[in-house]
């Protein structure tokens, strides 16, 4: 897997890994980054309100309501801890103003994780925007309310800072904290792009919450966390261009671009999985969204440095480098015996999927539910022209010629490779 590509980058380790380390920097060059960053200091100041400017105005477009409430999120509680926050002389007052922000941030954030996706301009958005709006209204009524009440007890009873550690009180950054560990399991463990989101947000803000009373510092996290949500967008946009959503293989239109860019020797096998109508018909659209799910997952076990494409429907593409067709057979005979070997146990949905991590492990299901096989037909043709035994073949020839060789093994009894060229 290329370091820089976007597989790499859509994987959960990288979507962890790259902001702790750009958390872990900020948290280790504080003192380089003061003295760098002094002359630019109104520009530091003003950079997050730009950069999340520019998500919230992206996110429109592009379909990405969440990230663009949560960059709406992010520069109203950017806008505040830079204008409400008295830290040259903190009093009560400010640190319960502080410890409300503090709180109400990392909430705010796992709510919108469970809002619905919508835009961001619509009647959704509008009552997230009131929502907010109640909140800071409450804050207001409330820090009114208790502005003549002594409230230093919090301090010295619940509230108390770890002085090695931070100005900020340990019971609000353990809080933060955990919230971002959590963050990060759910990412790990469901790489969603949206989750990705949350806990780019979780991290850099608790990086802000602990350096509070630096003043570049959270300027610097909000800045990050805001470059990071615009890289979160081009990705989702990404992937929703090039990356089929039901089995997360690339789909026709990265198929036509790296079709585009080919050159050489190589080699084209379209898969066709045989009967696929009739097992739709029979077993319902719901099963056969988790068939194509199951043939994708054996397809990128697939050998030789395959790169495997959705192509529409029921057939995928497989496109070997360097290699001809006849070099390919063993790995497409391979690929196809996996498929045709997978037994599925076809379970109530609501059960358990027939993608369950233990479904060939449960042997005691298959008394209780059908199991059945399936199979596929695959058609293979490289660029070698018959003729000249020279790489003049165009693309589409070559794809005319798989084609042909994919409906020789469907009409010759399916579940078979056919080669048309070393027939």
Excluded at 256 to 277: C, N, P, Q, R
Excluded at 285 to 312: C, P, S
């Amino acid at each position: 897997m290329s370091l820089f590509s976007f597989t790499f980058i859509r994987s959960a380790p990288f979507r962890v890994m790259f902001p702790l380390f750009l958390a872990v920097q900020v948290c280790l060059s504080i003192e380089p980054l003061l003295i760098l960053l002094a002359p630019y200091e109104s520009l530091i100041q003003t950079f997050p309100f730009i950069m999340l400017s520019v998500v919230i105005f992206l996110s429109q477009p592009f379909n990405q309501g969440g990230t663009g409430l949560v960059a709406l999120l992010m520069a109203t509680s950017f806008y505040f801890s830079q204008h409400i926050f008295g830290l040259k002389e903190v009093k009560d007052l400010h640190w319960f103003t502080f410890c409300l922000f503090s709180t109400a941030l990392p909430i705010n954030l796992i709510i919108i994780h469970f809002l619905p996706e919508k835009r961001l301009l619509s009647r959704f958005g509008i009552n997230y925007l009131l929502f907010l709006s109640f909140q800071i209204l409450w804050c207001y009524l409330l820090l009114e309310q208790i502005s003549s009440e002594d409230v230093s007890w919090l301090w010295s009873l619940y509230l108390k800072p770890l002085p090695l550690l931070s100005s900020s009180p340990l019971l609000l950054i353990m809080f933060s904290c955990l919230l971002t560990t959590a963050s990060a399991l759910v990412v790990i463990f469901r790489n969603s792009n949206f989750d990705h989101t949350i806990f780019i947000n979780l991290l850099f803000s608790s990086i802000a919450l602990i350096f509070f009373d630096t003043p570049p510092v959270p300027a610097i996290c909000f800045s990050l966390a805001a470059i990071l949500l615009l890289l979160s967008i081009i990705t989702s946009s990404h992937e929703l261009a090039f990356i089929d959503q039901l089995t997360e293989l690339a789909g026709r239109r990265s198929l036509e671009i790296e079709m585009e860019h080919i050159s050489g020797l190589y080699t084209i096998a379209m898969l066709d999985v045989d009967h696929f109508k009739k097992f739709n018909d029979l077993y319902g659209h719901r099963t056969g969204d988790e068939v194509l799910k199951l043939v994708a997952q054996i397809m990128m076990q697939t050998g030789g440095k395959a790169k495997v494409f959705r192509y529409g429907g029921e057939e995928f593409v497989i496109l070997f480098k360097g290699k001809n067709s006849n070099q390919c057979l063993p790995y497409l005979n391979e690929l196809r015996c996996k498929i045709a070997d997978y037994d599925l146990v076809l379970r109530d949905h609501h059960e358990r999927p027939i993608l369950d991590k233990d479904a060939q492990n449960m042997s005691h299901d298959t008394e209780k539910h059908e199991k059945v096989n399936i199979t596929v037909s695959i058609g293979v043709a490289d660029s070698i022209n018959n003729r000249t035994k020279q790489y003049s073949v165009s693309t589409d020839e070559v794809f005319k010629s798989a084609d042909k060789a994919l409906y020789r093994a469907k009409s010759g009894g399916r579940n078979r490779v056919s080669n048309l060229r070393f027939a």
